[in-house]
């Protein structure tokens, strides 16, 4: 308990107290402001102009909705990478799911050394997303690629196809190598939650003499709900602004086949220099991921609860 | 668990690893295999290694000076985001105030923030000012998302210790802010140390604001390395040597804090 103090005294600290509170706060949103919130809004400023280097004449004037009717209208290419976000988001989040859970599932038994497997898993999502698209690069080598050379052995590459040079191949190839690096991640964050599950509702659930599907089906999956929403929008945000790999393995291509919604907005305003409507690319990209954070500040709050994470917040 | 069942799932801990590590050791291997045995038709799992491409790449391509930048602009970025994030994680630990909440979702949207949406107005801001290819720019750039990491993280190791503790340390005559700088702070260390290896590791593997801002001078390793790919006879043992140099250190990192790792990537919403 807090010795008495004159009340002149206990004001006195309550308004440093406060200011120690603004002083501290105050510093980390100035920062945020200068280098995020004014280049965001910079971004919808340039939205509505033809601010463009490549072409004559188009430095900065107002155009006002033009560059959304644009994009509403007259430019597929956009759409066909807003497709293929969407494919390459679906498949490979919903993959690394079910694999990562699995996983994760296996390592939440009783594994000797599971330290050290999970230290051993989670290797390639530890590595830089350039040194991931340069692995693969390296081993789907159209001539000498060591996985290339196992693919035609077993039949399963044609000996003069390239992985990256088959428009449906170099997509499904992306995805997979996602799905490669990512797989930990799920497990990961799946495997905490299911190491921090009460024991309670098992032990009910074995005396009543609940089958190993049943009680996965009923306990587990409901219990760990609110960390299965968390991890597929972490993924799901982290996917859909998927750019390093893609970069590096295909650069979009070939054609348009990989050209996710980041390399399209990468090639209006740095191949293009079409920066206002580079803007408009731009504004969409950061909408949706605006959306899911959302979303996924709800599903942390009630993660928090459930992995009894709460603590004592002052 | 029955035997077979057991067998069962060691099998297929064992493929999984196998899956997982492969590529990495093949990149590996690569940095020493000879251009020859890189290139030979039927992949070559035993041979004769050699050193050739890590000085030919480091000192006659001049990488090493990438290998400083990726340091010091990882190194720079921590610092600042700790010295401003973490007095900003313990008043949203410690203190009630209007629109907390929304001010901790702003930092987390800040953290989600895709990079190639802010990256053109942030080449604009930076041109203006002279900043293009220099570290501080990096440094900057990289602080949008580590900041609010920092903020995450800490949040959840302050909220760890007992209220009690600061009652304590204020009775004994410590000022808030005196409590927070003697006690707090070294109570939280060991959640500083693993929040500023996050920070670090995530800088270092940045790509896009590195790739923008400074493409040049002040390139990292994980630029610099797209930069040995040509369409026309790649020298990949090159490539995979400055990949080796580029990812071990952060491999051993991550091994460091993986205790941490999940706070880490879950922002606090799932503790490891």
Redesign the interface.
């Known amino acids: 308990m807090?010795?008495p103090k004159s009340i002149g005294a206990a004001l006195a600290?309550a308004v440093?107290?406060r200011g120690?509170?603004v002083?501290?706060?105050v510093?980390?949103?100035i920062?945020?402001t200068v280098?995020?919130v004014?280049?965001?809004m910079?971004?919808i400023g340039?939205s509505f102009t033809d601010l463009s280097y490549a072409l004559p004449d188009r430095d900065g004037n107002f155009v006002g909705f033009d560059n959304y009717r644009r994009l509403m209208r007259d430019d597929p290419v956009f759409w066909q990478s807003v497709i293929t976000t969407l494919q390459f988001v679906a498949v490979a989040v919903a993959v690394e799911f079910v694999l990562g859970f699995a996983?994760a599932l296996?390592?939440s038994?009783?594994?000797r050394r599971r330290?050290v497997?999970?230290?051993?898993?989670?290797?390639?999502m530890?590595?830089?997303?350039?040194?991931v698209g340069?692995?693969?690069?390296?081993?789907l080598q159209g001539?000498?690629g060591?996985l290339t050379?196992?693919l035609r052995t077993v039949g399963l590459l044609g000996e003069q196809t390239a992985v990256f040079s088959d428009p449906d191949l170099a997509l499904a190839a992306v995805i997979l190598i996602d799905i490669?690096q990512w797989t930990?991640?799920v497990t990961?964050?799946m495997l905490?939650?299911l190491l921090?599950l009460p024991r309670e509702p098992y032990e009910a659930a074995i005396m009543d003499g609940a089958g190993r599907f049943r009680i996965f089906r009923d306990i587990t999956v409901p219990l760990l709900r609110p960390?299965i929403a968390?991890v597929l929008l972490?993924r799901g945000?982290d996917a859909?602004?998927e750019?390093?790999k893609i970069?590096?393995l295909t650069g979009g291509g070939p054609g348009t086949a990989t050209e996710l919604l980041?390399v399209y907005?990468?090639r209006v305003?740095?191949r293009d220099w079409d920066?206002g409507y580079?803007?408009v690319c731009?504004?969409m990209?950061?909408l949706v991921?605006?959306i899911?954070?959302?979303a996924?500040?709800t599903?942390?709050t009630y993660?928090?609860g459930a992995?009894?994470?709460e603590?004592?917040?002052? | 668990?029955t035997r077979a069942w057991r067998g069962a799932?060691l099998a297929?801990?064992v493929v999984?690893?196998v899956?997982?590590?492969t590529?990495?050791l093949?990149?590996f291997a690569?940095s020493f295999k000879t251009r020859l045995d890189?290139?030979?038709?039927?992949?070559i799992w035993t041979f004769q290694p050699t050193l050739e491409h890590y000085p030919e790449v480091f000192l006659d391509k001049e990488y090493l000076p990438l290998l400083w930048n990726s340091v010091a602009i990882a190194l720079g970025t921590t610092l600042l985001s700790l010295f401003?994030?973490v007095?900003?994680a313990?008043?949203f630990?410690?203190?009630?105030?209007r629109a907390k909440e929304d001010?901790f979702?702003?930092?987390?949207?800040?953290r989600?923030?895709?990079?190639?949406?802010?990256v053109?107005?942030?080449y604009?801001?930076f041109n203006y000012f002279g900043l293009i290819d220099t570290k501080f720019a990096v440094v900057?750039?990289h602080?949008?998302f580590n900041?609010?990491l920092v903020?995450w993280m800490m949040r959840?190791f302050f909220?760890?210790i007992?209220?009690e503790i600061?009652?304590a340390a204020?009775?004994d005559g410590h000022?808030?802010?005196g409590a927070?700088a003697r006690v707090l702070l070294p109570l939280a260390g060991p959640g500083i140390a693993a929040t500023a290896v996050l920070c670090f590791?995530l800088s270092?593997?940045?790509?896009?604001y590195v790739f923008?801002l400074a493409s040049f001078e002040s390139r990292t390793l994980?630029?610099g390395?797209?930069g040995l790919?040509t369409p026309h006879g790649t020298l990949?043992g090159q490539?995979?040597a400055v990949?080796v140099v580029?990812?071990l250190p952060?491999?051993i990192f991550?091994?460091l804090v993986?205790k941490h790792?999940?706070r880490g990537?879950?922002?606090?919403?799932?503790?490891?």
């Open positions: 807090k010795k600290t440093w107290d120690v509170g002083a501290f706060l510093p980390g949103l920062l945020l280098i995020l004014g280049p965001f910079t971004t340039l996983v296996l390592l038994a009783h594994i330290r497997v999970l230290t051993l898993f989670l290797v390639p530890m590595l830089a997303p350039v040194a340069l692995i693969w690069k390296l081993m001539d000498f060591m050379h196992y490669w930990p991640f990961l964050v905490a939650g921090s960390v968390l972490l945000i859909f602004k750019f390093d970069y590096i980041s907005t990468w305003n740095f920066l580079g803007a731009a504004f990209v950061y991921v605006l899911l954070s959302a996924c500040h599903a942390m993660a928090r992995s009894g994470n603590g004592r917040r002052g | 668990m799932a297929a801990i999984v690893l899956v997982g590590l590529p990495y093949w990149m690569t890189t290139l030979s038709d039927v992949p401003v994030g007095p900003a313990y008043v630990a410690r203190y009630q105030f001010l979702f702003f930092f987390l949207t800040t989600m923030a895709p990079s190639i949406s802010i053109v107005p942030m604009l801001l900057l750039a602080t949008t900041l609010s903020v959840g909220a760890d007992p209220v600061d009652e204020q009775l000022s808030r802010a927070f590791i270092w593997n940045e790509f896009l923008i994980t630029v390395i797209p790919v990949w490539v995979a990949a580029a990812t952060i491999l991550a091994a993986q790792l999940v990537l879950t922002f606090g919403a799932v503790k490891g």
